[in-house]
């Protein structure tokens, strides 16, 4: 919420960047006339004008139908929270709303009201589409056009997912997207045990439960937005078509990012189906595609490259990456995982939440307790391949990490503080590395969870080749770039881009809770604050995208993929670190974001991504602003030829 109130307002923002550091946007630039303090205009203008200024008196009804219904809202809200009974859904059923359609609440509302909404959203959408199509229009002024076919693998979260049950429980959202769309907030708002019913894997088989079917919507529309007005993958498709690409020669590989890997073969067919694409489009075009991920697309991207090749699996054979990939472009990639995943899964809790004011909490509670959301997230095992990968030879131990300042008075080795700084220790209080904090967490949950994460994925590191190599022939190592290697593909390109700069979650002050049911219950301690910010109600703040730690983000790109077990055909990998660089005024962040979901609007990244698209990758620059490499040089992982 504080990064919310800067972005938006500006104020004391430390993100915000004085205009003169920015990257140039490759736009060309605009022309300015100048103000001017008197300016002609015909007499029917004029006239329009004055009629309008006499119309005053429908803006004051508007405003009084807004107060009006605000109102009416803040009494509905004040009755759920201060309800000790209340709930959501006995409100809705209170309110006569469990029925309403939006075509319904549309009827009932005044004209002029709904034209003053659909302005507001359509002057929203101005304000967020900063220079588009112009970075596409400048490169192909510079004379890049479609050269290789380009596939899109999206990030966790982004992609939308439809119902196509048609049990009587699912008819009302047949091809509705109950996540990634305003059906799932009115589902969610609506009818909550329903939709956790929908969100929710079977806990046995990790797929479908009986009578529920979710599948990952299709086609450019599958990730270009998460809801109306909040775009993900829209500017690099604006971008995209601009030098030529279309649906013949572009595709994004959407998926359902719930489902662990294995099932997402198993259900979906989804890898047997991306490697039907990628060879099509290698004979239609004669070209080999450049590959493009983001976020948990990257792991995603890491383990088909894997899968594809695998006898018994894809049965490419240890050639087909070679013959039929250009390049990899991985973006914001979350090669060691995201260390916010740990805290979501056990205790429901993140960073997001932890900043909240007490009375934002306790409706939060209200309506979506820490149990629940903790028990959503579970029910979704394949987030769960985001856990931190690595261990203590990654993110440090009880008394030192990598990424540790210099007079830090605290290790980042420390993942879970169960310990207040300059306190008293309690007999019980024990601090957890990344290494103890799994097995904390196995403990802490359900066996099914535990059973089920353990079987698909693997959090470790390969020290020898000879592992390595035993490990290409064992799926759940295939999403642990530390435990298997890349592809013997010399001709592959590998691009890391990433954002640095932006404050991210690192650590994290516990306790435990006994709750009604008498079980011990881990919890943020939110009331572990630091006047300088590193410490910020519980959550330890070091380096990154905002989302995802600089260390998983980097390491990979700047010193494993360096290292000959890990890459033994030498793939080149190229890094372009990206500062985050907001503008104030922009709630996106603006053309120089670096955070971890925005950047894919960011104009220099859309460039270079055309760039590559358009067979001229070589006009990407080696950029490295952080101390990634340092960082990377303390990691203990090694060489078998160094001590």
């Known amino acids: 919420m504080s990064d919310l109130r800067r972005r938006v307002f500006g104020v004391g923002s430390p993100d915000s960047t004085p205009a003169s550091s920015r990257e140039n946007s490759p736009a060309p630039p605009r ?163 329903s939709w956790k019913r929908h969100i929710m894997l079977d806990k046995a088989t990790g797929l479908d439960p009986p009578g529920i079917k979710l599948r990952a919507a299709q086609g450019f529309d599958a990730a270009d937005f998460f809801i109306t007005g909040y775009w993900i993958w829209n500017k690099i498709l604006e971008n995209l078509a601009t030098i030529g690409y279309d649906p013949t020669n572009a595709f994004t590989a959407a998926y359902d990012w719930r489902l662990n890997y294995m099932n997402l073969e198993i259900r979906d067919q989804y890898f047997t189906r991306l490697k039907n694409y990628i060879e099509l489009a290698t004979k239609v075009s004669g070209l080999k595609p450049v590959l493009l991920s983001h976020s948990m697309g990257s792991q995603v991207l890491y383990y088909f490259l894997h899968w594809v090749e695998a006898e018994g699996y894809g049965g490419g054979g240890p050639s087909w990456v070679n013959d039929h990939v250009e390049a990899w472009i991985n973006v914001s990639g979350c090669m060691l995982g995201a260390l916010k995943d740990l805290p979501a899964v056990l205790s429901g809790e993140m960073k997001d939440t932890a900043q909240l004011n007490a009375f934002a909490v306790y409706g939060l509670e209200r309506f979506l307790s820490r149990q629940e959301r903790a028990d959503i997230f579970r029910a979704m095992p394949g987030m769960s391949s985001m856990l931190p990968i690595g261990g203590d030879e990654v993110w440090g131990n009880s008394t030192w990490a990598p990424d540790d300042k210099p007079g830090q008075n605290f290790t980042f080795g420390n993942f879970l503080k169960f310990k207040k700084p300059d306190t008293d220790l309690t007999e019980d209080a024990v601090n957890l590395t990344v290494s103890q904090a799994l097995p904390y967490l196995w403990d802490h949950t359900d066996d099914w969870y535990s059973d089920a994460v353990r079987h698909a994925f693997s959090q470790g590191v390969a020290h020898t080749q000879k592992e390595v190599e035993a490990n290409q022939k064992i799926p759940r190592h295939w999403v642990n770039p530390l435990e298997s290697r890349l592809p013997l593909a010399p001709d592959m390109k590998i691009y890391c881009f990433y954002g640095v700069g932006k404050p991210t979650e690192r650590a994290y002050f516990y306790r435990e809770e006994v709750d009604s049911q008498n079980r011990t219950m881990a919890a943020i301690d939110t009331t572990v604050t ?90 990407v620059e080696e950029v490295v602003y952080s101390n990634i490499r340092e960082y990377a040089g303390k990691v203990k992982i090694y060489d078998e030829d160094e001590e």
């Open 31 to 193: 022309k300015d006339h100048g103000p001017s303090e008197y300016r002609v205009i015909p007499a029917a203008q004029l006239n329009k004008l004055t009629k309008q200024k006499k119309k005053g008196g429908g803006l004051k009804r508007r405003n009084a139908w807004m107060f009006g219904l605000g109102g009416l809202f803040g009494v509905l809200v004040a009755v759920l929270l201060a309800s000790p009974n209340g709930s959501m859904d006995k409100l809705v059923e209170l309110a006569g709303l469990q029925d309403m359609s939006l075509d319904s609440l549309f009827d009932v509302l005044p004209a002029g009201m709904i034209k003053d909404v659909q302005n507001l959203q359509s002057q929203e959408k101005k304000l967020v589409d900063y220079d588009s199509f112009s970075v596409g229009l400048h490169a192909r002024s510079q004379g890049i056009e479609a050269k290789h076919p380009v596939i899109m693998i999206p990030g966790v979260i982004s992609t939308g997912l439809e119902s196509w049950g048609t049990e009587e429980q699912s008819r009302q959202y047949f091809r509705k997207r109950l996540w990634g769309s305003w059906s799932m907030m009115r589902a969610l708002v609506l009818d909550k045990a």
């Open 530 to 619: 630091n006047p300088d910010g590193s410490i910020d109600h519980g959550v330890v703040m070091g380096e990154g995208d905002g989302t995802v730690n600089l260390l998983s983000t980097g390491y990979m790109c700047n010193r494993g993929w360096k290292i000959p077990r890990y890459n033994p055909a030498n793939i080149s990998v190229k890094v372009h670190e990206m500062r985050h660089e907001p503008d104030r005024f922009s709630p996106r962040g603006g053309p120089n974001t670096g955070d971890h979901v925005d950047i894919l609007g960011r104009s220099s990244l859309n460039d270079l991504i055309l760039r590559i698209a358009g067979g001229r990758g070589e006009m």
